[in-house]
């Protein structure tokens, strides 16, 4: 399939649009996809590996006494090598879940219920993921210390990182466990997460990585990175949704877990129920052309977003990075998150038809809240509801990225307007 085959397969194909701004004359569907630390379509090769695996191949892994059950193994059991050699681990350390979501419930849920006798006390981040947060909230509840870190406030160089000397402090005897994410969703900033397990590992605390966001995007070592426990996903990374896994450290002694769901024994007992054969096919084949794009990706990605941000600082008076300065502090490559002051938040994002992007906010249809990861930032309230996270992704163009420029300061300039009208 050639490139441009690639891109129109992978693009919704809504509306066209003639954009003319010199030096561009081309065609664009609208609206633009600029979300994809929300999501990302699936490549088109990803989906051409997983389609046997729905109709003709479409055995289930656990039947050992035909050849469907073999031919869906054996698949299983390539793709998990393959996910495992990504990562740097054996296969036999890799727990197919879901998603994220999952791997993060098991592997907080399943060490405080594993080894409750051991300890009461796990410490986190306030800018972590609400698939970490809402589940060390539940275990709260339940009588379990968790102690939430700060992070540098917004206006210092590494604004969002995590202090060493706090999470060596936080650490106390009956510390169970340590959970920090190494790339933030909204934000992009990558933690030193080697430094950090090094503190763990001294101290006897099992730690716990949600790399959701950096996995097929960074390079990612378990045995560099130090981690016990380690949650990924595979829509992050142009496969499908609904599959995921979670790294669990085995050797002696290896990291025990309680699991969340019994049943018919799969994943050695940490995760039961029928295999995602189609799922786990194309998370392997995501991953292995993450891999192998990877450098070209994330120089070509950090290009647009250098494109973007300068186009939006040239067009928009005010704009504000949200997160560190990239060439001061590692940050993930096709992550730009800005603050447009003098607009109304919910405005700006509603006015934002042409471009989907996300305002950064955890919204529930009953209760819109502002991005609990800019507050904790130290944005204001009213600065948090004016930002937008732009999420550049494999299909993005350069001429998409102009496009979204000059509709971005388009928005903004309106809506100053009319709130300057407003308060005359
Ligand atoms: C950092 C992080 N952790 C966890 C998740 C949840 O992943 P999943 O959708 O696979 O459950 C996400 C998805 O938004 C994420 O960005």
């Known amino acids: ?22 030096p561009y004359k081309v065609m664009l569907s609208l609206p633009i996809y600029l979300d994809n630390h929300a999501t990302t379509p699936v490549d088109p090769r990803v989906l051409e590996a997983m389609l046997p695996y729905f109709t003709q191949k479409f055995g289930n892994a656990g039947s050992t006494s035909h050849s469907f059950g073999h031919e869906a193994k054996a698949a299983v059991d390539q793709s998990r ?41 796990i410490i986190s981040v306030t800018t972590e993921h609400k698939a970490v947060l809402d589940p060390l909230r539940r275990l709260a509840r339940k009588g379990l210390d968790v102690t939430l870190l700060p992070v540098e406030q917004a206006g210092s160089a590494s604004a969002g990182l995590l202090k060493m000397e706090q999470v060596e402090q936080a650490i106390r005897s009956d510390t169970l466990l340590v959970s920090v994410m190494l790339a933030n969703n909204e934000v ?12 763990c590992k001294a101290k006897g605390v ?46 002696s002694p290896g990291v025990r877990l309680e699991p969340l769901i019994d049943g018919g024994g799969q994943e ?6 029928t295999l995602n054969v189609p799922g786990i096919v194309g998370f392997a084949k995501a991953l292995e052309l993450c891999l192998a794009e990877m450098p070209a990706e994330g120089s070509r990605l950090s290009e647009l977003r250098q494109r973007l941000w300068d186009g939006l600082k040239k067009e928009v008076p005010d704009v504000a990075l949200n997160g560190p300065d990239w060439s001061k502090s590692p940050r993930l490559p096709g992550n730009l998150n800005c603050a447009f002051p003098f607009v109304d938040g919910e405005a700006l994002l509603m006015n934002m038809k042409d471009v989907a992007v996300s305002s950064g906010s955890a919204c529930t249809s009953a209760n819109p809240e502002p991005s609990h990861v800019l507050r ?8 948090t509801r004016a930002s937008l996270r732009f999420g550049l992704g494999r299909f993005t163009t350069a001429e998409e990225i102009d496009f ?13 307007k009319l709130s300057s009208m407003a308060s005359e």
């Open 404 to 416: 979204a420029i000059t509709a971005t300061a388009a928005t903004v300039h309106r809506l100053r």
């Open 1 to 22: 399939m050639s490139d441009s085959e690639m891109h129109a397969c992978s693009r919704r194909m809504t509306r066209a649009f003639r954009f003319t701004h010199a």
């Open 188 to 199: 992009g900033i990558l933690q030193d997460i080697s430094a950090i397990s090094a503190c």
């Open 206 to 251: 099992i730690f716990h990585c949600d790399a959701t966001q950096a996995v097929g995007k960074v390079p990612v070592d378990v045995h560099t990175l130090g981690v016990d426990l380690m949650s990924f996903t595979a829509h992050k990374i142009y496969g499908p949704k609904g599959v995921g896994a979670l790294y669990v450290r085995r050797g």
């Open 376 to 383: 904790a930032l130290g944005l204001s309230e009213d600065l």
């Open 81 to 121: 090598e393959l996910i495992a050699a990504s990562i740097g681990c054996s296969s036999r350390e890799i727990v197919f879940t879901s998603g994220a979501t999952e791997s993060n419930n098991l592997a907080l849920r399943g060490v405080a219920e594993r080894s409750r006798r051991r300890g009461n006390h």
């Open 268 to 273: 050695g007992g940490l995760r039961s129920g």
